[in-house]
């Protein structure tokens, strides 16, 4: 945000009136850039898709700064020889596009056995969709109560595997979870984005359902 003040000796601007305003800087030396159209905006956070070779795909958070033609300065979360992808059909956001990625599913009657989630199954929470998924821990943020989950392919949104951050729900326990740790995983819908709701160790799950 910025306060702008105006000279007004003929008093042209009056109170309450809405104006475009352009702000020009000077040129910059050593400043990444990407093509307008491969950054995502949710509202609540800025990300890019970094493809990582081989199919893999990789989310991840960036700041953004000044915005110039098609293009948009990167502050950090890019490093130069990154691959963007800015293909308009592959980029889904995990908080701010899935839900017309849901729409695509068909709906599921029984959603009482929502423990012993399969891979890319769907079911109906109490907050909206549910998905269900399998992956692996690649880093914990116990503060802010986030995961980054290595996690394979997830049919009922349309994902192919790729490494993302997830919020937990505030009752969802974390104090056990490890790095490296295969995990099965629930995400439900709230407000446009999909948080952690339950969240096992895989082979323990595997487990439980052989006895």
Not at 101 to 116: G, H
Request: aromatic share 4%.
């Amino acid at each position: 945000k910025v306060r702008l003040r105006f000279d007004n000796p003929e008093e042209r601007l009056k109170p309450n009136m809405y104006a475009n305003v352009k702000i020009y800087g000077g040129a910059k030396e050593n400043t990444i850039v990407i093509p307008l159209e491969g950054l995502i905006r949710t509202g609540r956070d800025e990300r890019v898709i970094i493809s990582l070779g081989d199919g893999k795909f990789e989310a991840r958070d960036v700041v953004a700064g000044i915005e110039s033609g098609d293009y948009v300065e990167i502050l950090s979360g890019v490093e130069e020889g990154d691959q963007i992808v800015i293909s308009a059909q592959f980029l889904i956001d995990s908080e701010a596009s899935m839900r017309a990625s849901l729409t695509r599913m068909s709906p599921v009657e029984d959603a009482s056995d929502m423990d012993k989630p399969a891979d890319g199954s769907s079911t109906t929470s109490a907050t909206g969709k549910s998905v269900s998924g399998n992956g692996v821990i690649k880093q914990i943020d116990r503060e802010n109560r986030k995961l980054t989950l290595q996690h394979d392919a997830i049919e009922a949104l349309g994902w192919p595997a790729m490494t993302m951050d997830f919020t937990l729900m505030d009752d969802v326990a974390m104090d056990a979870l490890t790095i490296d740790e295969k995990v099965m995983f629930q995400l439900d819908e709230q407000d446009d984005r999909y948080l952690i709701s339950a969240i096992h160790n895989a082979d323990a799950m595997k487990m439980t359902e052989q006895e």
